[in-house]
């Protein structure tokens, strides 16, 4: 069975950093792209980043590019975001989604989301 | 930027078809992605490649995109399909993934 499991969010003061982490399991992690969506509170979705099974391709929104780092641990079946520089439009839900695979470009499994605050 | 535009809210009453749009500039070009989303809960894809269904998906979620708007349709609806919908599409020309503004389905 896909599992994602999100860990790491919590009460952040503006501008400072968190670190949000996806374990996977259930699936070959290293042959799957991988992407963060988030939702703030009452709002619809917003795509994050995404990056290759390889980390060759790695993509941010206009909205996190510059103070988000995507990355991945192919050996620990792990997705991390290193978000820096944190501000109150970035309290959310983080999702972190697969691809689902063979070119797709769309999200067949999601995890249950780790809410961050900002808030001073 | 790509934008794709969804109304607000669609209501329909059980048994009835609920039709949601999408609508983007040539979008009809793009594959679209369609996800429910149930309150507290993670978003679940239900259309992929404008009208395939994942395994597990019932055959009442269709759907189809032409032109500047993509559709997703809802047959025979239930109590159960009550929630919040989204489009997607990967948007070439930026590198981007793009979501709808997102669609609120009420049965009545």
């Known amino acids: 069975e896909v599992q994602l499991v999100e860990s790491g969010g919590g009460l952040v003061k503006p501008g400072g950093s968190l670190r949000l982490s996806c374990a996977a399991s259930?699936?070959?992690?290293?042959?799957?792209?991988m992407n963060w969506v988030r939702q703030a509170p009452g709002k619809g979705l917003e795509w994050v980043s995404s990056?290759?099974?390889?980390?060759?391709?790695?993509y941010y929104a206009d909205s996190v590019k510059g103070r988000f780092t995507i990355s991945r641990d192919n050996a620990k079946n792990s997705l991390y975001l290193q978000m820096n520089s944190l501000r109150a439009e970035d309290t959310a839900v983080y999702y972190c989604a697969r691809d689902r695979g063979s070119g797709s470009q769309d999200f067949d499994y999601w995890g249950q989301g780790t809410l961050v605050t900002v808030s001073s | 930027s790509y934008v794709l535009t969804q109304p607000p809210s669609v209501s329909v009453a059980p048994g009835q078809t609920a039709r949601i749009t999408c609508g983007g500039n040539?979008?009809?070009?793009?594959?679209v992605h369609w996800y429910q989303q149930k309150p507290g809960q993670a978003p679940v894809l239900v259309v992929y490649?404008?009208?395939d269904r994942p395994s597990g998906i019932p055959e009442r979620f269709s759907g189809s995109n032409s032109g500047n708007t993509a559709t997703l349709t809802i047959s025979r609806v239930e109590a159960g399909d009550e929630a919040d919908y989204y489009c997607?599409?990967?948007?070439?020309?930026?590198?981007?993934?793009?979501f709808g503004t997102g669609t609120k389905v009420t049965v009545l």
């Open positions: 997607q599409v990967w948007d070439s020309s930026s590198d981007h993934y793009v």
């Open positions: 040539n979008i009809g070009s793009k594959s």
């Open positions: 490649d404008d009208s």
């Open positions: 990056i290759s099974s390889s980390s060759s391709y790695i």
């Open positions: 259930g699936f070959t992690f290293s042959s799957y792209s």
